[in-house]
Structure formats: structure tokens, C-alpha cells
């Protein structure tokens, strides 16, 4: 049991380049969550999905695009990526929207140069 | 969404009791408050949450005012290693998405 999986770790992308953030769980949860978390601020949510084949948008949408194609995965893409999108991402999922607890991955630090 | 207030530093003595306050004023009836802490940069880690009664866990433990505008955190021996950022959350109702929003958060330095 993984828990919350996010790969990869670690990237430097260029400005302009695209990439995909990839978030797994094996603990078979309805609920995932996608947020980005600047030097000295709390987490800010980027998009949600409530189930596999959904998504919503969060608090701070723009610039991305996420997919849940399969109920596991939850996928996060910066589609030309901007300095102002330098963070670290975390990803969130839960068996219920409330009353449960939320499982955080332990990010991905990314860097836009 | 529900907005969570809470002091942005607080020290306490290791070994002291940590007392964390939190106020939520526009909390609705179905809304849970959830603590989290964040230990520098690490994914968050659950603490404990609660709907309207007082919660206990190995952690901690959690008092929510009978009009649930306002929470505390209880840490009841601190360590140095619960220096860290904690968070108190409403978590918006199942029907929205279940989002967790959150604030600043208080970073909790506990000395020896």
C-alpha cells in the first residue's frame, strides 16, 4: 500500500516547454485534488475530480489541465510552462468528500527557467 | 467557501501543552474542520477533524465551540519535533467537491 504516488520528484522545464504531473493512489478514492504551494503560502487548490471521468476547477485553474481517465491517477498538465508556475505541486485524494481523511503526496518540486 | 483565521506564529515549551485557536465564523452546518500540519516542505499530515462534537485522537485533540465559530488544537506534550505549520481547514461539503481550503496557517515552534 503506496499510498499517494507522485511522479516525478523533482524537473526544470524551459519556458514554453509542456509537461504532465502524474498522481496515483491505490486506495481506491473517489476524490482527488491537485494544489501548488508558493515560498511562505498555504496550499492553493489548481483543479478537483470527484470521480473517474471528472474534473473541476479549483482556486487558481489557469495555465493547466488535469485528466482522470482512470479512477487511480489524476493527471496535471502544464501545456507551455511560465516562471510564474515555478512551485511545488501536491496531490490530494480521499475516500469521501467529507468526514474522511485526505492523503497528501509528498510533491513535486518544479522549476521553470 | 468557509474562511479559516488563525495567529501566524505561536511558541510553546517542550513538554508544554500546544493550544492552537482557529476561527471559522461562516462555517455551515454540514462543513467538517479538519487540522493539518506541514513539517517544512513535506506533503501535509493529518491531524484530526470534527463536525460538532470534541474529537480525540493519538495525536490530539480537537474542541469545537458548541456555535462552531471557532476550534482548538491540542497538542498535549510537545515536542521539538511538532515544530511545524499547522493548518485548520473548513472543508467545503461533499456536494462541492469536498475541497479542502487552505489558509496562512501558524507556525508552531517548540523550544527545549
Known amino acids: 500500500n503506496a499510498g499517494v504516488t507522485q511522479t516525478p520528484k523533482f524537473r526544470v522545464l524551459k519556458t514554453g516547454q509542456s509537461m504532465t504531473l502524474l498522481c496515483a493512489q491505490d486506495m481506491n478514492h473517489e476524490y482527488m485534488y491537485w494544489y501548488r504551494q508558493d515560498p511562505g503560502m498555504g496550499l492553493r487548490l489548481i483543479h478537483y475530480?470527484?470521480?473517474?471521468?471528472?474534473?473541476a476547477k479549483g482556486e487558481v485553474p489557469d495555465g493547466y489541465n488535469v485528466s482522470r481517465l482512470k479512477k487511480q491517477n489524476f493527471l496535471l498538465g502544464l501545456e507551455s510552462a511560465a516562471p510564474s508556475q515555478t512551485s511545488v505541486y501536491f496531490c490530494a485524494s480521499s475516500y469521501e468528500g467529507q468526514g474522511t481523511e485526505a492523503f497528501f503526496g509528498q510533491g513535486t518540486r518544479l522549476t521553470v527557467v | 467557501d468557509a474562511k479559516t483565521t488563525q495567529p501566524p506564529s505561536m511558541d510553546c515549551a517542550e513538554g508544554r501543552a500546544a493550544n492552537l485557536p482557529c476561527n471559522h465564523s461562516t462555517i455551515s452546518g454540514n462543513e467538517y474542520v479538519y487540522w493539518y500540519r506541514q513539517i517544512h516542505s513535506q506533503g501535509p499530515q493529518y491531524i484530526i477533524h470534527g463536525l460538532k462534537n470534541n474529537e480525540t485522537n493519538e495525536m490530539a485533540s480537537l474542541i469545537i465551540t458548541e456555535d462552531r465559530k471557532s476550534s482548538t488544537l491540542i497538542l498535549p506534550h510537545a515536542t521539538l519535533r511538532d515544530t511545524a505549520v499547522y493548518y485548520c481547514i473548513v472543508r467545503v461539503e461533499r456536494n462541492q467537491g469536498g475541497k479542502l481550503i487552505f489558509g496562512q496557517g501558524t507556525e508552531l515552534s517548540v523550544k527545549p
Open positions: 475530480s470527484v470521480g473517474e471521468g471528472t474534473t
